[in-house]
């Protein structure tokens, strides 16, 4: 079978898109919190994206992502039986995966894939686990039966009420610990204002947190630094030193800032690729 | 009756400043067969071994492949030099010719020494032009297997070498595309990236199986690579950007060098939006540093539109570490260098984009472990220089990443790999060498390394896989 040729891919959520890839190499090597980099064609860019599912056996890797930019809406036009030119992974750490007693995965959005690979490898190793996980409204609810699949406890909130309540997952959060609820250890991936906000709470309560960074790559091997995080006053590599680092250590508001970077840019090469009839 | 000896240098054409900072092909056109001959009739053919090939880190017979260029024998001539260096193409055009085999040159003591980094390039250019190869004889198989780890000057020379002494050899590529520094780092404008693509091509037509988009140390483990191969040749470089943890120096718009080129070269961010990949534009851009990485940097800078580009230099003119050929570009380019300043801050908008660095100058004290006069900062002569966009050249190191899982392997506390004169490594059938065990050096000395390393391996698998209980460690 050709490399990174399209197995099977479905539609999520509006603009929420699943793929199975054909990538034996990293399928036989991946771990939960790791990621790939992937580029199109020729022109591409390299970005990375975070690995939801795989099989060493079948030799096949699936990933989610969000249609946000050029190459997430390009690649949201690949049917199955195309290929995807370059992919390279698995890359960075994997999570630390141990048995911490009551464990909380808190995601938010597109960050679900990379909070249920976690969330799997926590319940695997004798977690009780508890998920919540906030989406913007009950289109874009995802992996709901994933999640009920392994998850002990599952709290969805939606930031409209649109589906099962209304809510960011701090406030779940929060309402969880001050019901009176034993955390060990919280495992976050989602927008960067949602980690800051939820390493800020479990701050309070001594928790042990750990946040899954996706500052900007190209290389995802530690050789460009593009993807630099401040974390305890220190510069961190993000591709190899991460993705996973301590919430409570973490500069989100730098984060923030460094992933606007190439918003004009962005805005650019979006604007040229509908022009074009893109998708 | 002598010949009458010509003591100047036959000049090189080179593309107009004024109109090359616009455009991204090569500065210097090279000898045409007029004037390869020309300046090839200045070699005085000293006998072998010549002063010139003692220079020379992958022992080329220069006045062997010069004479071949006055017979007009462009196979011969390429035949010679790729008998000892496989990658003629890169090194005519990136050699420090001036410190190595042109610094031996005879001819310096009457007149100008022989440019045999052109001739050299000439000969490798012409053979491209003309669809010529060296003839590959073929080989007696050994039937035993070596993996090498890394695509940049070291990497491709071992498995040149390698191949040709009849060993499977399986090459291994992180990015998606051979060439390692080659094809990430130097630029356009000086290698231009369809040389490489030959030279691996050529690679390819020996016999080495090429593997792109393979991370060892994730995708596979080093261990994982010692229970299929024979021997392992660990040829990673020196790829970690070194950054100073200075305030504000995660600002956007500080770039290292090695992204900076990353999205030029590799990713040709030039041609943005037609590739994808963007780089930020702007007006005025500074480089802090003064090697050959720098120079690339600040180069690259105008031709990407930086009206106002700095070098901005901790030391003076005298002590940069970049080759004379290329500052004499960049100075012919307009890049405008600021000596004895260094950087103390950055500051930035609203929105977190660099704005000003914040600089001190310097005065020389005493000479450092590197023999150059260290800087020392006068207090109270900050001032600030206003930029849109900073890259950091201040060197590499290796990218320890990779053998992190290795706890066998030992490195230095620079992060290089220890390995002895015979470049091996405290992991039996494991070999190392370029700036992975350099730190940072030229791609002619990764070159040689890659070379001697291919000769040690033979050794090892021809002697019974031998290894020593302890590893001196060699000093490169």
């Not at chain 2, 009739?41 to 004479?67: A, E, H, T, W």
């Not at chain 2, 369809?194 to 091509?201: A, F, L, Q």
């Amino acid at each position: 079978m050709p490399m990174f040729e399209i197995l099977d891919k479905k539609e999520l959520a509006p603009h929420i898109k699943w793929l199975r890839v054909h990538a034996p190499l990293v399928a036989r090597a991946a771990k939960a919190g790791q990621f790939i980099i992937l580029r199109l064609h020729e022109k591409g860019e390299r970005i990375p994206l975070t690995l939801f599912k795989w099989s060493k056996d079948e030799g096949y890797i699936e990933i989610v992502f969000q249609e946000v930019g050029k190459t997430t809406y390009e690649l949201g036009t690949y049917e199955i039986g195309d290929k995807i030119m370059d992919i390279v992974g698995p890359l960075g750490r994997p999570t630390e995966i141990e048995n911490f007693g009551n464990v909380v995965v808190v995601s938010g959005g597109v960050g679900a894939p990379i909070g249920y690979a976690v969330a799997r490898g926590l319940k695997e190793a004798g977690n009780h686990l508890t998920v919540i996980a906030g989406f913007r409204s009950k289109d874009f609810v995802i992996l709901e039966d994933e999640f009920s699949e392994i998850a002990d406890e599952l709290l969805i909130t939606t930031d409209d009420g649109s589906y099962v309540r209304k809510g960011f997952t701090t406030d779940v959060l929060k309402e969880y610990i001050e019901a009176g609820n034993k955390v060990d250890f919280v495992f976050t991936v989602g927008p960067v204002i949602m980690m800051k906000f939820i390493a800020d709470i479990t701050k309070k309560y001594r928790i042990k947190t750990v946040a899954s960074l996706n500052p900007i790559m190209i290389d995802g091997t530690g050789m460009c630094g593009a993807c630099r995080v401040r974390v305890g006053g220190e510069i961190k590599f993000a591709c190899v030193d991460g993705p996973d680092f301590d919430a409570h250590q973490v500069d989100f508001d730098e984060l923030i800032m460094r992933l606007k970077q190439y918003q004009n840019e962005e805005e650019v090469a979006m604007k040229r690729y509908l022009k074009k009839g893109g998708c | 009756m002598a010949k009458k000896i010509k003591k100047k240098r036959i000049a090189v054409p080179e593309q107009d400043p004024y109109a090359r900072i616009h455009n991204f092909n090569e500065v210097s056109l090279g000898y045409t067969w007029e004037l390869a001959i020309e300046e090839a009739s200045r070699c005085l053919q000293c006998p072998y071994p010549s002063p010139c090939m003692k220079g020379c880190p992958v022992d080329v017979n220069i006045p062997g492949f010069i004479k071949k260029i006055l017979e007009k024998d462009i196979k011969g001539a390429l035949e010679i030099i790729h008998a000892t260096n496989s990658l003629p193409g890169i090194t005519g055009r990136v050699c420090p010719q001036e410190q190595q085999c042109e610094m031996n040159c005879i001819m310096g003591k009457v007149g100008d020494k022989i440019n045999i980094g052109k001739l050299g390039r000439f000969v490798a250019d012409e053979a491209r032009k003309q669809g010529i190869y060296p003839s590959t004889p073929s080989v007696e198989k050994k039937g035993k297997k070596v993996a090498v780890v890394g695509s940049g000057p070291a990497g491709l020379t071992a498995a040149a070498d390698l191949v040709k002494m009849g060993y499977d050899v399986t090459m291994y590529e992180a990015l998606h595309e051979p060439g390692g520094v080659l094809i990430y780092g130097i630029p356009e404008f000086r290698l231009p990236k369809n040389i490489v693509r030959y030279e691996v091509k050529f690679l390819k037509m020996l016999g080495v199986n090429v593997i792109t988009n393979v991370v060892i140390g994730k995708t596979f483990s080093l261990y994982e690579l010692l229970n299929e191969y024979d021997a392992v040749f660990l040829g990673t470089g020196a790829g970690t950007p070194k950054l100073l943890n200075l305030p504000g120096v995660n600002l956007n718009g500080i770039y290292s060098a090695n992204e900076f080129l990353t999205r030029i070269n590799l990713m040709k961010a030039y041609k943005f939006p037609e590739y994808d990949t963007p780089i930020r534009k702007g007006k005025k851009l500074a480089v802090i540093g003064g090697g050959n990485v720098a120079i690339d940097a600040a180069r690259c800078a105008l031709r990407i539109g930086y009206e106002e580009v700095y070098i901005i230099y901790r030391r003076t003119r005298e002590y940069m570490t970049a080759r004379e050929e290329e500052i004499i570009h960049a100075e012919e380019e307009g890049v405008k260098f600021m000596f004895l300043v260094s950087p103390v801050e950055f500051l930035g908008d609203e929105n977190g984009n660099v704005k000003v660095i914040r600089l001190i100058m310097n005065e020389l004290g005493e000479p450092d472990s590197s023999g150059r006069r260290r800087p020392i900062p006068i207090p109270g002569t900050e001032f600030g220089l206003e930029v849109d966009a900073v890259v950091f050249a201040i060197g590499q190191k290796p990218n320890k990443v990779l053998y992190q899982e290795v706890p066998e392997l030992k490195t230095t506390e620079q992060g290089t790999i220890v390995v002895d004169e015979k470049y091996r490594t405290t992991l039996k059938g494991v070999f190392a060498g370029g700036d992975a065990v350099r730190g940072e050096a030229t791609v002619v000395l990764a070159m040689g390394d890659g070379k001697k390393a291919a000769k040690a391996i033979d050794e090892y698998l021809s002697n019974g896989y031998p290894w020593p209980d302890k590893i001196e460690p060699a000093k490169f």
